[in-house]
């Protein structure tokens, strides 16, 4: 499947360099999208991914295929510039599946870009895949033993081989035969010559909705992505759950024993999904004023404003504002056009994003005592700055509110996470972040607090990353192997030029 662009140049210590910068991270937090029965199956795909831009930003991908003719574009890049009009055109089918895919450090190439595309003995298939397989490394090891060749380092590239091996007949028995031998998060679209097929894992990691447009049937990470294409939203997949589109058909699968438990990410509800978007059934925006309140009635303080970290704490804010009845002023405002700290690959530009990233109104804030709100703190990079800010602006006092618990351990199953050495709540405690921000007070939102909240929502939860509860536990399986791939050298690469 490599275009002509996968000129495979370099060696092999570069590679493995890149591997072992890879194995420190977990990453491939990714929006999905499929259409099913619609003439303008990319065109919409190319909508839908534009409107989960959010969930990544490194590659986008769509496949196509109108039964006789399949079709794949990948690259890396926005998709508003992956794609043009005249690439779509060459997109045939009226079905689709396409991907966006985020990360930060490691290797960000190619060779990782969604959908993966296999012609297997049962016809060609291509995979959208969101969330992390915490196998995927052992199976990795078994299918390089067993004589298959792997070109990318993403884990999802083994679901595709494992289907490609399957003996089952009809593509959705390969790739419930795929499934059932990973372990980890998927939410998934396939497409096959005649059928969409989607799936969510038993534990039910990440999102995964249906809708409706016309005849035509569309899965998409967030809802966000049918507004934009007006599609009717039907409902989402449950946990466990796998859908087969086929003749205009809609069958529901039950193949797996369900999980031990639903382990819904409470961290799509906190930062990483559009506020617009309904994820398992409950408004984010909704959701996030709620933790707002709830972090006011546990720390409160008496304060002239309530200022948000746009765009990441305005919900939150908004929620504290209200419970604590103090104004909500915009007193810190985003350049918008900066894009989010986490896709830069080096620490030293992160810090350089931050600071061109926001200013302060010195009128609004100069001898005032401000509450600071953000959805939550990573590495501290970003709150390290804007305390100063405030303080440089002339804010007489800074006190800091975070709507989610101290973040404590690393997402195995798919939101991008530094390790947990790089977590300022693992190495700190609230007082010791308290004192390295330079805030007045600091406030984060109770575990129990986010755990009650929850409770309003369809599913369990998983909320690992700050109670260091996983629910598949993650062991050697999860170290991704030793990878001696050849190092991509793409067009803007400078450095590979003499090599
Ligand atoms: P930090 O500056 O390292 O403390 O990161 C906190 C900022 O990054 C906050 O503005 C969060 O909204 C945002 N954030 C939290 N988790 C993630 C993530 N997985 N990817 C990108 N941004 C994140």
């Not at 870009?113 to 298939?125: E, I, L, M, N, R």
């Not at 039910?204 to 049918?226: K, N, Q």
Request: with cysteine; charged share 25%; glycine share 8%.
């Amino acid at each position: 499947m490599s275009s002509p662009l996968e000129r495979m140049v370099g060696c092999e210590a570069a590679a493995q360099l890149a591997a072992a910068r890879e194995a420190d991270r977990y990453h491939d937090a990714c929006g999905i999208f499929g259409v099913y029965g619609h003439p303008e199956a990319a065109h919409l795909t190319y909508l839908g991914l534009y409107a989960l831009q959010h969930r990544g930003q490194e590659s986008a991908g769509i496949a196509t295929s109108n039964g006789r003719e399949h079709a794949v574009h990948r690259a890396m890049g926005l998709v508003g510039d992956v794609f043009s009009e005249k690439i779509l055109r060459r997109l045939p089918g009226r079905h689709a599946v396409g991907h966006v895919r985020y990360s930060t450090a490691g290797e960000s190439s190619l060779r990782n870009a969604q959908p993966f595309c296999a012609s297997t003995d049962g016809g060609p298939v291509a995979i959208a895949h969101n969330g992390n397989l915490v196998n995927a490394g052992a199976i990795r090891r078994e299918l390089e033993g067993r004589g298959s060749i792997l070109t990318s380092t993403s884990d999802s590239e083994v679901l595709v081989h494992l289907l490609a091996r399957s003996r089952e007949s009809t593509p959705e028995d390969r790739l419930i035969d795929a499934l059932s031998r990973v372990k980890g998060a998927y939410s998934l679209a396939m497409l096959t010559d005649d059928a969409l097929i989607a799936a969510r894992d038993p534990f039910g990691f990440r999102p995964l909705s249906l809708a409706r447009l016309g005849d035509g049937w569309i899965v998409a990470s967030e809802t966000c992505a049918f507004d934009l294409i007006g599609a009717d939203y039907e409902r989402d997949l449950e946990p466990g759950e796998v859908i087969v589109i086929r003749r205009g058909r809609l069958r529901t699968l039950r193949p797996f024993p369900p999980a031990p438990r639903q382990a819904f990410c409470i961290f799509e509800q906190i930062y990483f999904a559009r506020p617009d978007s309904n994820v398992i059934g409950h408004s984010v925006y909704q959701f996030r004023k709620e933790l707002g309140r709830i972090l006011a009635r546990e720390h409160p303080v008496a304060a002239d404003m309530v200022v948000p970290v746009l765009d990441s704490g305005n919900a939150a804010a908004l929620g504290y504002a209200e419970e604590s009845v103090i104004p909500y002023e915009t007193a810190l405002i985003r350049n918008q056009y900066v894009k989010r700290t986490f896709i830069e690959p080096s620490a030293s530009i992160r810090d350089f994003r931050v600071r061109i990233k926001h200013n302060a109104s010195r009128q609004m804030v100069g001898g005032k005592r401000v509450v600071l709100v953000e959805d939550s703190i990573v590495r501290g990079t970003t709150l390290l700055k804007l305390v100063g800010l405030m303080r440089h602006a002339g804010a007489s006092e800074v006190h800091v509110r975070v709507s989610s618990p101290p973040n404590i351990g690393p997402c195995h199953y798919g939101i991008d996470t530094p390790t947990r050495e790089e977590l300022i709540a693992h190495r700190h405690s609230v007082e010791e972040i308290r004192q390295i921000l330079g805030a007045d007070t600091l406030g984060y939102l109770s575990i129990d607090g986010l755990r009650g909240a929850a409770r309003n929502l369809k599913h369990g939860i998983c909320d690992a990353c700050f109670s260091d509860d996983y629910p598949i536990p993650v062991d050697a399986d999860a170290e991704p192997p030793q990878l001696s791939l050849f190092r991509l050298v793409e067009p803007d690469d400078e450095s590979a030029l003499g090599s």
